[in-house]
């Protein structure tokens, strides 16, 4: 954790997103990830989009720290806040996706990919009404490169890509929350970049989501995120920022996101 004296001071000298943003470059990832989760929790309302982000996007491993560090940070289970705090199948979802059990091989059973697709299309377009599960135990179970496979399949199979399967079927988080799942398996840096795009698109930012994809990625992959940002809207990343923040607070995303290229 980083020093809770110096970041009681820096929050006594600093404000705002500036002070957001500062706060949590102090902090490793894990420790970073687990108080942004507890603070989409805590409170009135709970802000989806960032348990979302996290937990779509990252590997078995960061969400084993994750819950690890929750439990010793806030004394509490990041499972059992999840639970208090949502319902559903959103709720089933997410709660999969935190005991990362997701399959990390390369291996590829050509039957079985057809099958998912298969009956992920039974599940969904070919009925009335949505069998969520089966959508549930295909895309936080499987592998990528089985995934991958799936996604070929299923659109043999319906004639339309998953994800619009997904936004005709599902509404709300649960919606959300597979499309995250399904952006994040085919291009991981492509679902930050459209985060990144729609929080600052149109009127007004989203600084939250902002924020905290600069804060978490910046050290990760934010060249390869800055290149997929260019590659999908014509603009970089850089600009989009410079245009839609400003101050200290325009500086140091600035710093984060690097330079014009």
Known sequence: MA???LLDDLKSELSGNFEKVVVGLLMTAPVYDAYELRNAIKGAGTEEACLIDILASRTNAEIKTINEVYRKEYDRSLEE???????GYFQRVLVSLLTAGRDESDSVNEALAMQDAKEIYEA???RWGTDEVKFLTVLCV???KHLLRVFDDYKKVSGRDIEDSI???MSGSLEEVFLAIVKCIRNKTEFFAERLYKSMKGLGTTDSILIRIMVSRA?????DIKA???????KTL??????DTSGDYRKILLELCGGEK
């Open 3 to 5: 020093d809770l004296n």
């Open 81 to 87: 806040d999840i639970c208090g705090d949502t319902s």
């Open 124 to 126: 969904g377009e070919a």
């Open 142 to 144: 499987r592998n990528r």
């Open 167 to 169: 936004k005709r079927e």
């Open 219 to 223: 050290e990760i992959d934010m060249q």
């Open 228 to 234: 997929a940002f260019l590659k999908l809207y014509g």
């Open 238 to 243: 850089h600009s989009f920022i410079k245009g």
